[in-house]
T-cell receptor, first 110, second 109 residues
Framework: EAQVTQNPRYLITVTGKKLTVTCSQNMNHEYMSWYRQDPGLGLRQIYY???????DKGDVPEGYKVSRKEKRNFPLILESPSPNQTSLYFCASSFGGELFFGEGSRLTVL | QKEVEQNSGPLSVPEGAIASLNCTYSDRGSQSFFWYRQYSGKSPELIMSIYSNGDKEDGRFTAQLNKASQYVSLLIRDSQPSDSATYLC?????????FGTGTSLTVIP
């Protein structure tokens, strides 16, 4: 089954404790991206990757890092999370411009 | 800053009616346009994509694009209660995607 898998789905952490949200796709898509979704602000792109070892900033990259060492994986790293990073995060891969989303990861930073 | 604007609603229509959802975008260089449906607590799923001016129909859904007016719309014919969801308009510019805040649709049986 074609899918984008994110883990963890739910996470409560504390300010400053590094965390990684993993994202994996099995569709051999070159393009992958991360979004956060906040009430009243909609989906905003954090980072995207056109291919292995190629990443670039989206609209809201501050406080986040990504890496793309393999085509299928695109982890999102929060080196020092802060409460304003409490949000619902989606990973997506794309073919032909059409995005396929993971199930989302709800992150709470206390 | 590229902007995508949608009426947040909520929009309520009776079952069987036509639901009309609208979206405007700020950047004339935008290349591709998409409508996603998002049920509460779920991830967005693609309903329609449209790349050129005019109408594109897929079953009960019709997307309309007018690049001169920077306007995209989605019509849902014969609306069903299962269509109740938030509809997100998305615009592709270069390698980035920009989303509206979504329109909440409720179809009343």
């Amino acid at each position: 089954e074609a899918q984008v898998t994110q883990n963890p789905r739910y996470l409560i952490t504390v300010t400053g404790k590094k965390l990684t949200v993993t994202c994996s796709q099995n569709m051999n898509h070159e393009y992958m991206s991360w979004y956060r979704q906040d009430p009243g602000l909609g989906l905003r792109q954090i980072y995207y990757s056109m291919n292995v070892e190629v990443t670039d900033k989206g609209d809201v990259p501050e406080g986040y890092k990504v890496s793309r060492k393999e085509k299928r994986n695109f982890p999102l790293i929060l080196e020092s999370p802060s409460p304003n990073q409490t949000s619902l995060y989606f990973c997506a891969s794309s073919f032909g411009g059409e995005l396929f989303f993971g199930e989302g990861s709800r992150l709470t930073v206390l | 800053q590229k902007e995508v604007e949608q009426n947040s609603g909520p929009l309520s229509v009776p079952e069987g009616a036509i639901a009309s959802l609208n979206c405007t975008y700020s950047d004339r260089g935008s290349q591709s346009f998409f409508w996603y449906r998002q049920y509460s607590g779920k991830s967005p799923e693609l309903i329609m994509s449209i790349y050129s001016n005019g109408d594109k129909e897929d079953g009960r859904f019709t997307a309309q694009l007018n690049k001169a007016s920077q306007y995209v719309s989605l019509l849902i014919r014969d609306s069903q209660p299962s269509d109740s969801a938030t509809y997100l308009c998305a615009v592709n510019f270069g390698n980035q995607f920009y989303f509206g805040t979504g329109t909440s649709l409720t179809v009343i049986p």
